[in-house]
């Protein structure tokens, strides 16, 4: 596992966190497990969307279109419910920001969010793997129907005890309509035009936490992603 030398974060004083990974990376497994071992809420906003499309909204539907072609959903519309999400009372006191930021208006407008309650991001944790194993982690990838499950798995690299079971709850894996490989291919594209620009910013706030986990292919790369952060917190 390889981590930067020079990073001036003050563990104890980390609230709030962001994840940047490509689709794939397995940055929403991380998060998840971040979210519950720092007991703070993890907020996607892939899965806000989810969950708006699945209650046929108007966000919904509007998020829908750009979903279903693997493109970005608008900034004006991401930022405003994020912004919606980010006031609600459980992230007075932290959380783990999966998918947002993802462009640079987006890391302006969380600063900005941020900066009005006198708070910041503390931690910008980057997973970088490989692109080959982010395409077939995507085409594998199967996730809990469970809305208040959502575990996720990989057919290849991270298989239910029960194929098409979720380990936890006993419900259904489905694949995600968005994980199509002309999906996937875009996708990636979009996440590294907007990645430079990104890390450039956070590099030079000294927040940026760049993990590239020595084998990626492996089910628990996910998990030793998480632990080399929360030695870091610990070791403080
Ligand atoms: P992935 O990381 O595999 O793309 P997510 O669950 O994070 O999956 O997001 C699913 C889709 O939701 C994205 O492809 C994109 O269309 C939309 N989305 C999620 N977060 C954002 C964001 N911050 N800005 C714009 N679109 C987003
Ligand atoms: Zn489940």
Request: glycine share 6%.
């Amino acid at each position: 596992m390889y981590t930067p030398s020079q990073i001036f974060v003050k563990w104890e004083e980390i609230m709030y966190i962001v994840m940047i990974g490509a689709p794939g990376s397995g940055k929403g497994t991380a998060a998840k497990i971040l979210a519950k071992e720092l007991n703070l809420p993890h907020i996607s906003t892939g899965d806000i969307f989810r969950e708006q499309i699945k209650e046929n909204t108007n966000l919904g539907i509007e998020a829908s279109k750009y979903i279903s072609k693997g493109i970005l959903v608008p900034d004006d519309i991401t930022i405003e419910i994020f912004k919606n999400r980010l006031a609600k009372d459980d992230v007075k006191n932290g959380g783990i920001f999966d998918g947002f930021p993802r462009t640079m208006a987006q890391v302006k407008a969380l600063d900005e969010m941020l900066v009005k309650v006198n708070k910041k991001v503390d931690l910008v944790i980057e997973l970088k793997i490989p692109d080959d194993v982010i395409v077939q982690r995507i085409l594998n990838r199967e996730v809990c129907s469970n809305k208040e499950c959502g575990a996720i798995y990989n057919s290849k690299f991270k298989p239910s005890k029960v194929p098409g079971i979720c380990d936890i709850c006993g419900s259904k894996l489905v694949a995600r309509v968005d994980d199509t490989e002309e999906s996937i291919k875009k996708r990636i594209k979009i996440y590294y035009e907007n990645l430079g620009g990104m890390i450039e910013y956070y590099r030079e706030k000294n927040i940026l936490y760049s993990i590239v986990p020595e084998d990626p292919t492996s089910d628990k790369a996910s998990e030793q992603a998480v632990n080399s952060v929360l030695q870091k917190i610990n070791n403080r």
